[in-house]
């Protein structure tokens, strides 16, 4: 799960961990906080509802354009109800996929390997419906970021944002 706020993403360490495991490319700041913890950090399972903050302009506009991790933004308005019919049409197209790619001979899932990435992708956004859903039932306690208030200062250009602004 993801959660964009105050200019900044918050990404479940679970999902982190897909995205380690399925090989793709993170971002620096990611990275770096992931070589500056041990081993086990991504791997504790029992740490796998917290989150990790990431500030980086960048970082954010990566985690925007992933699709199959799941944006709490667009589900939390919903109720559990309209989140479960999601996540069913969601299943069927995963077990429709799964069905149709373990009938293919080895070749033909060589020529289509794209398939499996794509019952990954749908068992991620699985899981993560699963967790708003169990989350809005109370049943999964989940350590959101708080919205914080903006600075009134915020809106004001920094004494360094003057000096290193391009003029043109």
């Not at 991504?42 to 992933?66: A, G, P, Q, R």
């Not at 308005?77 to 009938?103: F, H, S």
């Not at 049943?139 to 915020?154: E, F, V």
Request: net charge negative; glycine share 2%; aromatic share 14%.
């Amino acid at each position: 799960m993801k959660i964009f706020m105050n200019k900044k993403v918050y990404v479940s360490k679970k999902d982190v961990r897909f995205l380690v495991d399925l090989g793709a490319r993170i971002p620096i700041e990611l990275n770096d906080i992931l070589l500056a913890k041990d081993d086990e950090y991504l791997y504790d399972e029992k740490s796998d509802d917290e989150f990790i903050e990431l500030c980086d302009e960048m970082s954010v506009e990566y985690f925007k354009d992933i699709p199959f991790i799941v944006n709490y933004g667009e589900y939390k308005n919903l109720d559990v109800e309209e989140i479960r019919n999601i996540a069913c049409e969601t299943t069927v197209q995963k077990n429709l996929l799964e069905k149709y790619y373990n009938n293919l001979t080895d070749e033909e899932k060589e020529k289509n390997y794209f398939m499996s990435f794509r019952i990954k992708y749908l068992i991620n956004i699985l899981i993560g419906l699963i967790d708003i859903i169990q989350y809005k039932d109370g049943s999964l306690m989940l350590d959101l970021p708080k919205r914080q208030k903006p600075s009134p200062y915020d809106k004001y250009p920094t004494f360094i944002d003057n000096v290193f602004t391009k003029r043109i």
